[in-house]
């Protein structure tokens, strides 16, 4: 009972403001003219707008009653008002992308120096244990993947995620058991739902101080501690502003080492001279070696994963412009709409009376 009550009492209001209206604005001025000739072409008019604005609202009404969906025109204040928000929202988030740019490009200026500094360290111990012979072995595998803590970089963490996890298939498959050392949140992340039982160590929030040998000597040494029978370094190789290599690094064991025929390790040996002798010096030497590796590993993945941020940042900020320039013309489309009805509803009603 409250609904056609509350209808009746809206066309009684309409009504008793149409008859003041009509009574006020269209009054004969004339003596001779008659009432009739001044309001009915006006009230024809007012019939049309009126039915023009009930349209959108018989539509909903519609809706309603019959559950179909339907395309309802919006309102053009809302509209405006939607697009203005979606474009003050976009351009605060190209500044913040602009930002994020400027703080990955002083990083990587920094995490380059540091790669740079650090690479002549650590390179002259891995050639070293490269020049010792190695054979493709059946047996357990633990794969050290090297990733970052943040992301917003590219495809550099999903990359290496994804190069450990085809690994350990390719494994599996043969019957070799897998065990995995994550260095770095994003690659823990990546990983733990589908292998989470095949951790056996993990390093989370390394970024946050600069990374340096002491850091990599821990990880070494929990490597180590693991005793492996094979091990590979999954990281990412820096090779420019915009370019870089995904590999996965064998690195040699101490168990493929006791294995290894002597004749082959004494040639690979002799080479340089040990004080005291190679024999005395060849477990510490060993874990030098896993050190040196983890840590030539990150230095590259770190730069790597600055710049590939750069690059992000700098397409984010792009394509936050051109979305921009696109709801700016829609915004300017309905913006000029709006003011050429209100302009030919004027007209209309000015050549009206």
Request: with cysteine; proline share 4%.
């Amino acid at each position: 009972m409250e609904q056609p009550m509350r209808s009746g009492r809206r066309k009684l209001k309409i009504h008793s403001w149409l008859k003041q209206f009509c009574v006020e604005s269209f009054r004969p001025k004339q003596p001779g003219l008659h009432f009739a000739s001044c309001i009915i072409p006006s009230l024809k008019m007012f019939a049309g707008m009126m039915g023009r604005r009930a349209a959108p609202v018989m539509a909903q009404r519609m809706q309603g009653l019959q559950g179909a969906p339907q395309e309802v025109q919006a309102r053009s204040v809302a509209t405006l008002k939607t697009l203005s928000l979606r474009m003050r929202s976009i351009k605060n988030m190209q500044k913040i992308t602009k930002a994020m740019k400027m703080v990955a490009t002083a990083k990587f200026k920094k995490d380059q120096a540091r790669m740079e500094g650090g690479l002549p360290f650590a390179t002259p111990v891995m050639n070293l244990f490269q020049r010792l012979p190695t054979e493709e072995k059946s047996g357990p595998i633990t794969y050290v993947a090297v990733t970052s803590d943040k992301g917003l970089c590219g495809g550099v963490n999903s990359q290496v995620a994804k190069q450990v996890r085809s690994g350990i298939a390719e494994e599996e498959a043969k019957g070799n058991a897998c065990k995995i050392m994550v260095i770095g949140g994003k690659g823990v992340s990546g990983m733990k739902r589908l292998y989470g039982d095949r951790f056996s160590s993990s390093f989370e929030e390394v970024s946050k101080m600069p990374f340096n040998f002491a850091t990599a000597s821990i990880m070494a040494e929990r490597l180590a501690a693991s005793k492996p029978t094979r091990a590979k370094i999954v990281s990412n190789n820096f090779k420019s502003m915009v370019a870089y290599d995904t590999v996965a690094a064998h690195t040699l064991t101490v168990d493929e080492a006791h294995t290894m025929d002597k004749s082959e390790w004494t040639k690979a040996m002799d080479v340089y001279s040990f004080e005291p002798s190679i024999y005395e010096v060849w477990e510490d030497l060993h874990e030098f070696y896993y050190g040196c590796s983890i840590y030539a590993a990150f230095l590259q993945s770190a730069t790597v994963e600055t710049a590939q941020r750069m690059s992000a940042m700098e397409n984010a900020s792009k394509n936050a412009g051109e979305m921009y320039g696109k709801v700016e013309l829609q915004f300017n489309r309905a913006r000029q709409a709006k003011i050429t009805t209100e302009l030919c509803e004027i007209i209309s009603g000015a050549s009206a009376v």
